[in-house]
């Protein structure tokens, strides 16, 4: 199978890529500059992608921050909400939504994907019946900051667009699926998991301050802790930053 896995360098998305690779697949990594805030967390995906042996296509799509500008993840002049409780998290979508990111994300992923397979077909002479295609993301719909397009039904919805809207799915029959493995995860079952199968958790970066050490007091961040914490692990992330 030709996977791609979305890489932003963050703890979800590096424990997905993680476990791409260890199913066997053909992995590739893709990593997006939208004009974010920071991007220490694209420093990250480098380090991840180089650790886990797969290549790493970096994209630069800043232009996104004008087009998505309602969000302090994309506008300055916003601040980053601090020091929220999970109550207040999960009651409200906040402002470091960012705009049908991940629609754009995952349509960015499924072009490269569909590329790459279609070079398999008509340059390479590959039987489309033996082909299948997986984009990889790291998205959460139990301990997340409330957004829409971290949900199953966003994904479900999405991949019948995929197909509806390409070639290989329209003029071949190849099925691009996309993959969320930890959707259902608590975070402290992501922090579990990332453990046990290896994913190098200690180059990841979760912060939304861009700083040299995470913040602690973003949405982010205390997702991140209370996840170690309820697994009963350090976050090994700490002791390197």
Not at 28 to 39: C, K, M
Request: hydrophobic share 40%; proline share 5%.
């Amino acid at each position: 199978m030709q996977a791609i896995v979305l890489l932003s360098g963050g703890l979800d998305s590096t424990t997905v890529a993680t476990h791409a690779v260890r199913q066997g697949h053909d992995v590739r990594a893709l990593s997006i500059g939208y004009g974010q805030r920071h991007v220490r967390e694209l420093r990250s995906a480098r380090a991840v992608a180089e650790r886990l042996g797969i290549p790493l296509l970096e994209v630069d799509a800043a232009f996104y921050a004008n087009l998505a500008s309602f969000s302090s993840l994309t506008n300055d002049s916003m601040a980053v909400p601090e020091n929220r409780d999970f109550d207040q998290m999960s009651s409200d979508i906040p402002n470091t939504y960012v705009p049908l990111r991940n629609t754009f994300f995952v349509t960015l992923a499924a072009a490269a994907l569909e590329s790459w397979l279609l070079d398999r077909i008509e340059r390479e002479g590959d039987d489309p019946a033996t082909l299948e295609g997986a984009i990889y993301v790291g998205a959460n719909a139990i301990d997340y900051s409330g957004y829409p397009d971290c949900r199953p039904e966003f994904y479900d919805a999405i991949t019948e667009v995929i197909r509806l809207g390409s070639k290989v799915g329209t003029a071949y029959e190849v099925p691009i699926r996309i993959e969320a493995p930890i959707i259902t995860m608590s975070k402290g079952e992501i922090a579990a998991y990332g453990t046990e199968i290896g994913a190098p958790l200690e180059l990841t970066w979760s912060c939304y301050a861009g700083l040299e050490w995470p913040c602690g007091a973003c949405d982010s961040c205390e997702l991140r802790a209370a996840g170690f914490a309820a697994a009963g692990l350090p976050d090994p992330a700490l002791a390197v930053h």
